[in-house]
Nanobody, 123 residues
């Protein structure tokens, strides 16, 4: 079992920056690929970024490439998402997810999910 706890959401203005963190705990936490997904109101949950534990990735959705940076602290099993130049369309609940070893974009491949953290970007 792996437990994921996100933190760092909030409300910002367009153009601002915000950082999210996800702490992974559990016996196999250090071997997990970690990813970020988001779900905006009335929309399907979508992939944002992912990173493996052995240097695979990170890779990003086209919509956030160049603005978001995903990084990982393997010593502490924490994955971060630094978001810059935020846009109103980035408003969503952001979820951290984990799966064994290899990061992928398909959400159905992830076994563990955090509770989500709200990010609201106003224009």
């Amino acid at each position: 079992q792996v437990q994921l706890v996100e933190s760092g959401g909030g409300s910002v203005q367009a153009g601002d920056s915000l950082s999210l963190s996800c702490a992974a705990t559990g016996r196999t936490a250090r071997f997990e690929a970690l990813a970020w997904f988001r779900q905006a109101p009335g929309k399907e949950r979508e992939f944002v970024a992912a990173i493996g534990w052995t240097g695979v990735g990170p890779f990003y959705a086209d919509s956030v490439k160049g603005r978001f940076t995903c990084s990982r602290d393997n010593a502490n099993n924490v994955v971060s998402l630094q978001m810059a130049n935020l846009k109103p369309e980035d408003t969503a609940v952001y979820y951290c997810a984990a799966r064994p070893y290899i990061p992928v974009v398909e959400q159905q491949a992830y076994d563990y999910w955090g509770q989500g953290t709200q990010v609201t970007v106003s224009s």
